[in-house]
């Protein structure tokens, strides 16, 4: 662990679950021990305990052919159905959804009328004479009708690809021409900080490029004024009208595609991951389970994720209806229209579990504590993170003021490849330390290996790898085995490579430190952006820290750090120099930020994520890539033009 670290945990070092969480715990305190002793038999127990199956799996591991490993490979069954039938004779009239659109209107959605939603919509997607494994584009926003549309190509055995509604038309059409969709399902327009993103308007841009799609499926939101190809568009209501609402699941082996989901590749190429259905299933129905310590008859479940993303996918979608899961969903900004929108949505629904970006969690820091302190978060009793390391005063900062100091946080580390969460403490069994993302989830294997390969003793760094196959794990990338073999698996033969770098301290927790290409090197040193941040971030007067490393003839890499600060706080020379000297003393010398550029914001995706790429970009004054992606596209120029003034040493 770094100094950072040791100095901030100096005093709480170690958050110890509440009692009532032991006691919940003591049916799972052996979980891991059991599924180290023999991990294939804990997989077929959560398959067949979680998943309802219309032909068992007598098979749990297929790895003949690595790294294309099989799961529970001849099991049948229908994720639909999992999500939605099995659950409506006792408890078809459980909330399945509550749906809070952004202007303030509301709805709830039962088990019973979001399967009758599905079953209309699969049918009227049948009429439009789509076949089993065809492909599906669906471009919308947070909107019921967003699950619906996955749920329906999932009861149909339709490959559905969900494009995120914050990114461009011409990502759009890129994926859709990557996987030959034929539908393409969208809305008028989506609803963002009370401005209307013009989604049709987009797909229609990108449509002029994919000459393989036959239809397009418009949802009417906004009445943002659109236009109607005429034999190739066709409005959502006249397409489920007079559909019946019972439409027969398809059986599917266990290995069938269920969806395409395209990441970021080194080369700029975006990736299709591709997830089957049995097995991912299983990995998330049964993370959801133990790491949120599920309670369906009474929990009301909050993952704030955009389902455009996988932790959408996994936590929003398919884990918490598996589960049976009362959940909330929300369309709109956080801050529209006012600071509290998240609190007061807690409130009026009980929430009592809650999911969030650490991005998020340093956003509500900066925005100040009196928005959360007026709404009663008393409901809460678990709170966790997910997408990126989370800082530890962040941690500490969410699990005092938003969690009353009595929620345990589960702080997750997975990605879009490993389709389910990793690196987990389970709330009453694993002590949490802020910061750390703990330990594997039971019957996942993980190591931190140097260059060689070689596993670190406890207390080192290097590189994250994961050394045994996992249920919910990418199958391939879409029409590339072979790029899917070179990006995951060559780099550590027989082990996966997420990309990340890790610590683990001497009680064997692990540290991320975010992608290796974030790691700097600096005067010789391995430096993590991250480590860096986060001694930014600790300082009182900082409320957010991005950090990047930019070409430096004396040293190789020189540390540039952009800094938001909290409210009321001015920056001026006096703290640049204070700022550099906290890191100095917190780190060392070596990580003190060569420049330091005070700034309103940062520049951030739709979905939250800080865009560093830009921020080298315009540290090694090189011209800027494509900001259309971005939440908040003019503070590039700002932060460009403050950059060129900041003060170095």
């Given at each position: 662990m770094s100094q950072a670290l040791e100095n901030l945990l100096s005093e709480d070092r170690k958050f110890e679950p509440e009692p009532e969480f032991i006691e919940k715990a003591n049916g799972k305190?052996?979980?891991?021990?059991?599924?180290?002793?023999?991990?294939?038999?804990?997989?077929?127990?959560?398959?067949?305990?979680?998943?309802?199956?219309?032909?068992?799996?007598?098979?749990?591991?297929?790895?003949?052919?690595?790294?294309?490993?099989?799961?529970?490979?001849?099991?049948?069954?229908?994720?639909?159905?999992?999500?939605?039938?099995?659950?409506?004779?006792?408890?078809?009239?459980?909330?399945?959804?509550?749906?809070?659109?952004?202007?303030?209107?509301?709805?709830?959605?039962?088990?019973?009328?979001?399967?009758?939603?599905?079953?209309r919509f699969a049918n009227g997607l049948k009429s439009l004479g789509v076949a089993e494994g065809d492909r599906v584009a669906i471009y919308m926003g947070m909107v019921p009708e967003l699950p619906v549309a996955m749920l329906a190509c999932a009861r149909l055995g339709l490959v559905h690809s969900v494009v995120f509604g914050g990114f461009s038309s011409e990502a759009l059409s890129s994926r859709i021409l990557d996987a030959d969709a034929r539908v393409v399902i969208t809305q008028d327009g989506a609803w963002r900080a009370g401005n209307v993103v013009p989604l049709k308007a987009n797909a229609d841009i990108a449509l002029s490029n994919t000459p393989g799609v036959e239809h397009v499926v418009v949802l009417k939101r906004t009445d943002h004024g659109v236009e109607m190809t005429e034999g190739r568009d066709i409005w959502w209501h006249d397409l489920v009208e007079g559909q019946p609402e019972e439409c027969e699941p398809v059986i599917l082996g266990a290995e069938d595609p269920l969806y395409i989901l395209y990441t970021s590749g080194t080369t700029g190429r975006p990736k299709g991951i591709v997830h089957t259905q049995g097995g991912y299933l299983t990995?998330?129905?049964?993370?959801?389970?133990?790491?949120?310590?599920?309670?369906?008859?009474?929990?009301?479940?909050?993952?704030?994720?955009?389902?455009?993303?996988?932790?959408?996918?996994?936590?929003?979608?398919?884990?918490?209806?598996?589960?049976?899961?009362?959940?909330?969903?929300?369309?709109?900004?956080?801050?529209?229209?006012?600071?509290?929108?998240?609190?007061?949505?807690?409130?009026?629904?009980?929430?009592?579990?809650?999911?969030?970006?650490?991005?998020?969690?340093?956003?509500?820091?900066?925005?100040?504590?009196?928005?959360?302190?007026?709404?009663?978060?008393?409901?809460?009793?678990?709170?966790?993170?997910?997408?990126?390391?989370?800082?530890?005063?962040?941690?500490?900062?969410?699990?005092?003021?938003?969690?009353?100091?009595?929620?345990?946080?589960?702080?997750?580390w997975w990605q879009t490849e490993t389709g389910a969460i990793m690196i987990t403490p389970l709330p009453g069994v694993v002590p949490t330390k802020p910061g750390s993302a703990t330990i594997p989830f039971p019957g996942i294997f993980a190591d931190v290996v140097d260059d060689a390969g070689e596993s670190v003793p406890l207390g080192g760094g290097g590189y994250l790898v994961l050394t045994k196959p996992w249920p919910a794990m990418a199958r391939t990338i879409y029409g590339d085995d072979q790029r899917f073999v070179d990006t995951y698996w060559s780099r550590f033969p027989d082990r996966y490579f997420p990309g990340d770098g890790a610590k683990r301290d001497e009680d064997g927790y692990f540290w991320l430190l975010g992608r290796v290409d974030d790691?700097?090197?600096?005067?010789?040193?391995?430096?993590?952006?991250?480590?860096?941040?986060?001694?930014?971030?600790?300082?009182?007067?900082?409320?957010?820290?991005?950090?990047?490393?930019?070409?430096?003839?004396?040293?190789?890499?020189?540390?540039?750090?952009?800094?938001?600060?909290?409210?009321?706080?001015?920056?001026?020379?006096?703290?640049?120099?204070?700022?550099?000297?906290?890191?100095?003393q917190t780190l060392g010398p070596i990580a003190k930020p060569k420049s330091i550029v005070f700034t309103d914001d940062l520049p951030k995706t739709r979905s939250g994520k800080i865009m560093r790429r830009l921020l080298q970009d315009i540290s090694e004054q090189r011209q800027l890539g494509d900001v259309t992606t971005l939440a908040n596209e003019t503070v590039v120029q700002e932060i460009a033009a403050k950059s060129s003034v900041s003060t170095e040493d």
């Open positions: 305190m052996g979980i891991h021990e059991e599924a180290a002793a023999d991990y294939l038999a804990f997989w077929q127990q959560q398959a067949l305990s979680l998943i309802s199956w219309d032909a068992e799996p007598t098979q749990v591991l297929d790895d003949s052919n690595p790294p294309f490993f099989k799961w529970f490979s001849d099991g049948r069954l229908n994720v639909s159905a999992n999500c939605l039938d099995r659950h409506l004779d006792s408890h078809g009239d459980q909330v399945a959804y509550y749906w809070v659109g952004e202007p303030g209107e509301t709805r709830t959605l039962t088990y019973r009328e979001l399967h009758a939603e599905v079953c990995g998330i129905a049964a993370t959801h389970h133990y790491v949120f310590d599920l309670k369906p008859d009474s929990d009301v479940y909050w993952c704030g994720a955009d389902i455009g993303w996988v932790t959408g996918h996994s936590y929003i979608v398919y884990g918490p209806l598996a589960n049976r899961t009362t959940s909330v969903m929300y369309e709109g900004a956080p801050n529209f229209p006012d600071l509290d929108r998240l609190w007061q949505i807690i409130e009026d629904y009980k929430v009592s579990i809650f999911y969030t970006a650490p991005t998020a969690i340093r956003t509500f820091m900066k925005w100040g504590d009196e928005h959360v302190i007026k709404h009663d978060l008393s409901s809460l009793r678990l709170i966790g993170t997910v997408g990126e390391p989370i800082n530890p005063e962040a941690w500490i900062w969410y699990q005092k003021t938003i969690g009353g100091g009595r929620c345990p946080v589960v702080d997750t790691i700097m090197l600096v005067s010789g040193h391995n430096i993590s952006t991250t480590e860096v941040e986060s001694a930014l971030v600790s300082h009182v007067s900082v409320a957010e820290a991005a950090v990047v490393g930019r070409r430096d003839d004396l040293t190789g890499q020189a540390i540039a750090a952009f800094v938001t600060l909290r409210a009321g706080v001015e920056g001026d020379e006096a703290l640049l120099q204070a700022l550099r000297d906290h890191v100095s």
